[in-house]
Nanobody, 114 residues
Framework: QVQLVESGGGLVQAGGSLRLSCAAS????????MGWYRQSPGQRELVARI??????YYGDSAKDRFTISRDNAKNTVYLQMNTLKPEDTAVYYC?????????WGQGTQVTVSS
């Protein structure tokens, strides 16, 4: 089993920044990728993900504003979010892909006020 602990969400004004962290523990061998998705009413979308080899993928909403990074020694993935907009308001979920299994964190709320 894998456990994911997220932190870093909160309330921020438009134009501000937040940094999310997701630490993985447990049976964490052979992680394929880790990443962030966000849930807003009606949809869950990819924000960003990073593979074991360091390749990154971003959703359209995150390009040029967000940066995903990973500390393999700490089994932790980070999401630096800059120039936040009210439409970035959502619950952000950490996702880990291990072989064919997917694990999700509990989610952390990000609220951006205008």
């Amino acid at each position: 089993q894998v456990q994911l602990v997220e932190s870093g969400g909160g309330l921020v004004q438009a134009g501000g920044s937040l940094r999310l962290s997701c630490a993985a523990s447990g049976s964490i061998a052979s992680i394929n990728s880790m990443g962030w998705y966000r849930q807003s009413p009606g949809q869950r979308e990819l924000v960003a993900r990073i593979t074991r080899g360091g390749t990154t993928y971003y959703g359209d909403s995150a390009k040029d504003r967000f940066t995903i990074s990973r500390d393999n020694a700490k089994n932790t993935v980070y999401l630096q979010m800059n120039t936040l907009k009210p439409e970035d308001t959502a619950v952000y979920y950490c996702r880990l892909l291990q072989a064919t299994r997917v694990y999700w964190g509990q989610g952390t709320q990000v609220t951006v006020s205008s």
